[in-house]
């Protein structure tokens, strides 16, 4: 409920041409994961409203709540850097991804892992990553994969 609340006061950026790749995967039956070093609670409503993807599609951190209070600890394997990659394929019973896309140096574990790999970055810079999607954008170039810079909409 309190990722509802905070979703209404703060809608975060969403691009068209992400929507756009993620609405031409669904209509070709595609299964499609978001993978986030983010508590996948935290993402799972801004996920189903503005992607119309389930929850379950969110593999992100999962903290443990002990007497209706969260913990610091958290289940196992983390979803950050080599952890994102490996939750994917737990999930997916080790069966790698055809694409990955990604905006960080958090995420190329999860890039290098899939056939086709698109790094990405925002020409806004408000989220406070630009110097990770920098340093992911030069290994996408060296390594040869797709890369995108998106615009916001207003």
């Not at 969403?14 to 039956?29: C, H, R, S, T, W």
């Not at 394929?89 to 698109?118: W, Y």
């Amino acid at each position: 409920e309190w990722s509802k609340q905070h979703l209404e006061k703060n809608p975060p950026p969403v691009f068209p041409a992400q929507k756009e790749l993620i609405d031409f995967f669904k209509k070709k039956g595609v299964k499609i994961y978001v993978v986030t070093a983010s508590i996948s609670w935290a993402v799972q409503p801004a996920v189903f409203q503005y992607f119309g993807l389930p929850y379950e599609s969110v593999l992100g951190l999962e903290l443990v709540v002990k007497n209706n209070r969260i913990s610091p600890e958290r289940r196992l394997p983390g979803t950050y850097r080599e952890g994102k990659r490996d939750m994917l394929l737990k999930v997916t019973g080790h069966i790698r991804p055809f694409f990955a896309c990604g905006n960080s140096t958090g995420d190329q574990h999860l890039l290098e892992c899939a056939d086709l790999a698109l790094a990405v970055r925002s020409s806004a810079r408000q989220h406070g990553l630009k110097e990770a999607e920098d340093r992911l954008f030069l290994t996408a170039t060296q390594k040869g994969w797709l890369t995108h810079d998106f615009v916001p909409r207003s």
